[in-house]
């Protein structure tokens, strides 16, 4: 499939990742850019998906904003999830021709680059057939929830929003224990380092998480974009 650009953004607000991948989608879509993958962190975070319950986010605004908690509605499928500190969210913005598109492989194979991490770890990821993201036993790892967005001057779609991987312990309890997560009620959430007792920071997992991504996909080449350069999609 060529060359994949990749881009490790730090935390930036979710605001923001969002606009970046909007100007993404608009060139990726004319065939002006390469397939990006974004790999960030947000602040404190509830993103509310197309299958909106309201009901699912248990706490008050007084409660929200107390504890700094930003809330987005936003176009992806699925319902309600958290992001924040300690959780690589990866925003692939890659192009799918109309020919022989397969909307489900596309989220089977964001499941297999993550399942293929955790192997990394001795750790044995795994699939619910009701549900989408990777989970180890009963407990969820990785909440994925993406947007088909037709491309602007190609017969195909270009992706956006993607995949949220727990890394640091704790952040299992910080944030989801204020919602119902993506609806889901009978099993838990888990972290990379709760699963292996490691300490581990973000930036190494986006870093192992790369050649993951590029074997599963069929790219031949990652290529990294300074942060500065996405940012200049945007400002156009």
Same mark, same amino acid.
């Given at each position: 499939m060529g060359m994949l650009d990749t881009a490790k953004l730090g935390r930036i607000e979710y605001g923001e990742a969002w606009d970046l991948q909007k100007a993404l989608i608009r060139d990726i879509g004319a065939g002006e850019r390469e397939d990006t993958l974004l790999?960030?962190? =947000? @602040? @404190?975070t509830y993103?509310?998906?197309?299958? +909106?319950? @309201?009901?699912h986010l248990l706490m008050s605004p007084d409660e929200l904003k107390r504890r700094g908690i930003s809330v987005f509605e936003i176009d992806r499928g699925g319902d309600i999830t958290y992001h924040g500190p300690g959780q690589l969210v990866g925003y692939p913005l890659l192009y799918l021709d109309a020919e022989g598109l397969d909307l489900h492989k596309y989220l089977r194979d964001l499941e297999e680059s993550l399942i293929r991490l955790l192997a990394e770890f001795g750790l044995v990821g795994g699939r619910? *057939?009701?549900?989408?993201? %990777?989970?180890?036993?009963d407990r969820k790892v990785a909440a994925i929830g993406v947007k088909f967005n037709r491309a602007r001057a190609r017969r195909g779609f270009v992706t956006s929003h993607g995949f949220a991987f727990n890394v640091k312990r704790g952040v299992e309890q910080e944030g989801f224990g204020g919602i %119902? @997560?993506?609806?889901?009620?009978?099993?838990? %959430?888990?972290?990379l380092e709760a699963e292996t007792g490691l300490t581990l920071e973000v930036e190494e997992i986006?870093? +192992? %998480?790369? *050649? =993951?991504? +590029?074997d599963v996909f069929g790219y031949g080449s990652l290529r990294t974009v300074t942060e500065a350069a996405i940012r200049s999609t945007a400002a156009r």
């Open positions: 790999l960030l962190e =947000h @602040p @404190p993103t509310i998906g197309t299958d +909106r319950h @309201p009901e619910k *057939p009701e549900y989408t993201g %990777v989970w180890i036993g %119902v @997560p993506c609806g889901i009620q009978e099993y838990g %959430v888990t972290s986006a870093e +192992r %998480v790369l *050649p =993951h991504f +590029r």
